[in-house]
Every structure is written in C-alpha cells, then in structure tokens.
C-alpha cells in the first residue's frame, strides 16, 4: 500500500527565512498531495494541495512543488511568522474513495 | 460557516470504562470520517461513513470500537472496554462528498486519556 515518508520532524528557522518540508510517497498511481496545519490543541487545516497534473501551486507565502519522477513534494514557507509555528502534515491520495495517507508530521518552530 | 462540531473536548478514563464520542458534521457534507491521532504522529483514519453507510472501516478495532450515523448526520464513536493504548486524540472530520481531492475540513478533536 501507499507509505508517505516526511522530513525533516523537526524545523527551527529564524523569523523571516524560508522553510522547506519535504515528502516522498511510494505509490505512483496517487494523485492528489494536500498540506495541512495543525495548531496545537486543533484539528488539522489544509493549507494548500496540488494534484498530479501540476508541477507547482503557490498561494501568497506557501507554495508546493511535486515532482512526480521521483515521487516527492514539497511545502515552502517564505517570510515566516511567529503565527508559522505549527505541526505540518503532508498526505497522499488516489482513487476515488479519498483515503489520504499521511506523513509523520514537521514541528516548525519559528525563532524570533 | 459552522465547523465540525465535536463534544467532549477531554475525558479521562480508567482502563476497561467505555467512552462516547459525538461528532456534528458541517451542513450538507455527506461524507464523514472518524480519525484517531496519537500524540507525534498523523491521524490514522477509522472509519468513514458516505451519508448513514460505512465506506472503509478497516483500521477499526471492531472489538472494542464501534461508530454509527444512523440519520445520515451526527455520528458517535464509541470505545468499549477502552486500553491504555486508546489514549489519542479522535478527530472528526467531513467533506462534500468521497473523492480524490475534496477538500477534508477537521474539528478540533476530542482528547482520551486512558489510566
């Protein structure tokens, strides 16, 4: 079956530099890639996602390559905030039962 | 727009108790899923029901689990006799509807300590 492999677990970056997370999954047959948010003492927010036909997405300071070759994608932050600190989770997707695999999980800690 | 509602944000429980969990869905979403997330890892998905069906129930623990949505809209997940182990946070979560690339919208979980 589908397994989603993300790192780094943990993140520290100074306050106004960038930050890359990265994900690898092994099934090529998925198809869709969201990134989700959590707070702590929250559920999950998706954040942005891409689908297999794209290379890239941006959305303001978030952006998500994917590089389907090498079957992995990635979530850069620029500019990052204090409001940046979070657990981030990537996922994988196929078909149309919609079940998402998820990754482990980063810690971003955005040092002031 | 209400988000996924769940109730009771914590509970505390010794092992072998049982424990209810109670999910309201965003209006309109048909699909639902329950998703147990233990502390440093992702959410793990248990069971997701497509309006009052079950669609994959198969990382359920049908021997001490179990979960219904029997109007099509609220559901609840039930632990009974709950482990140790059990001691996670339960996420709900809906969508519009089953397939690839709906977006899942979460609440914001209910917390099970397990002593």
């Known amino acids: 079956g589908e397994n989603v492999e993300q790192h780094p677990s943990t993140l520290s970056v100074q306050e106004g530099d960038s930050a890359v997370i990265k994900c690898t999954y092994s099934d090529s047959a998925s198809n869709y890639f969201p990134w989700y948010k959590q707070e702590l003492g929250k559920g999950p927010q998706l954040i942005i996602d891409i689908r297999s036909n794209v290379g890239e997405k941006k959305d303001q300071r978030i952006a998500v390559t994917l590089n389907k070759t090498a079957k992995h994608f990635s979530l850069h932050i620029t500019e990052t905030q204090p409001e940046d600190s979070a657990v981030y989770f990537c996922a994988a997707s196929k078909g149309s039962n919609y079940q998402l695999i998820w990754g482990a999980g980063t810690k971003l800690i955005i040092k002031p | 727009e209400a988000g996924v509602a769940q109730s009771p944000r914590y509970k505390i429980i010794e092992k072998r108790q049982s424990v209810a969990f109670w999910c309201n869905p965003i209006s309109g979403h048909a699909t639902l899923y329950w998703y147990q997330q233990i502390l440093g890892q992702g959410p793990k998905l248990l069971i997701q029901f497509q309006n009052n069906g079950v669609v994959d129930d198969s990382q359920l623990p049908k021997d001490r689990f179990s979960a219904e949505r029997l109007k099509g809209v609220d559901s609840t997940l039930k632990i009974q006799p709950a482990k140790l182990e059990d001691s996670a946070v339960y996420l709900c979560?809906?969508?519009?509807?089953?397939?690839?690339?709906?977006?899942?919208?979460f609440g914001e979980g209910s917390w099970l300590t397990v002593v």
């Open positions: 979560a809906s969508s519009s509807h089953t397939g690839s690339g709906n977006t899942i919208y």
